[in-house]
């Protein structure tokens, strides 16, 4: 997927775009395979730095990073991370998976550079509007899934640790469901699920864009 793809059917992408195009020290928490060299299509000047439990990626991926570091953040919410020292944060479908999420926020929001950004997704609770089926997505079709964090709780974290929130609601691009329906259609010719095809135009994934104030 080219630049303007990711930009257009990622709102990880999408946002990071509008708010902090110009990043250039980057600290993704949660790193999966290919995290790396999008991140690197999107910001091509930046400088990526990975945080996650274990390392999932191949030597390819790893070549792509300036620095990766093993973390479980149930044990160390990025208390240990350095502060002051990031343009970008991004923290995109992690907190889910732990129960200390809102000290891994504050903890990033002291890691930005004055005036830098942090980014992050996570379900809410629309995730369990609906019975886990082929057809629709559910929080729990995830084992791993610990807990939901409401948009007051991720603000509130934001605040107590002197940040400020710029943008905060249901995650989506324009495009994303529309460019889901052939993707939707193939799935279902196949019989496999696609539930979580339409999970962002369910408004079912809540995003959040803070600053610590200052200038860059």
Do not use: W
Not at 11 to 27: T, Y
Not at 172 to 178: A, D, E, Q, V
Not at 205 to 212: D, F, G, N, Q, S
């Amino acid at each position: 997927m080219n630049r303007f793809m990711l930009v257009q059917l990622k709102s990880k992408f999408f946002n990071i775009q509008r708010f902090a195009p110009g990043a250039v020290d980057v600290l993704d928490v949660g790193v999966a395979n290919r995290s790396a060299f999008e991140m690197k299509q999107v910001l091509p000047q930046c400088r990526y730095h990975g945080v996650d439990r274990e390392a999932v990626f191949d030597a390819q991926e790893r070549g792509l990073m300036q620095r990766f570091t093993l973390m479980d953040l149930e044990q160390d919410p990025l208390a240990s991370a350095e502060r002051g020292a990031y343009d970008l944060i991004v923290i995109n479908h992690v907190l889910e998976h732990v129960n200390n999420g809102l000290q891994v926020v504050q903890h990033a929001v002291a890691c930005l550079r004055p005036g830098g950004t942090l980014y992050l997704e996570v379900p809410n609770a629309l995730s369990l509007a609906r019975a886990s089926s082929r057809f629709s997505y559910h929080f729990h079709d995830d084992p791993t899934h610990k807990r939901l964090y409401s948009r007051e709780e991720l603000c509130n974290a934001v605040f107590d640790a002197g940040g400020k929130v710029l943008e905060c609601g249901a995650a989506g691009t324009p495009l994303k469901t529309l460019a889901s329906l052939p993707r939707a259609l193939l799935a279902l010719l196949r019989g496999q699920p696609l539930g979580h095809l339409f999970v962002h135009g369910r408004g079912a994934i809540t995003y959040l864009v803070a600053r610590r104030p200052g200038q860059a």
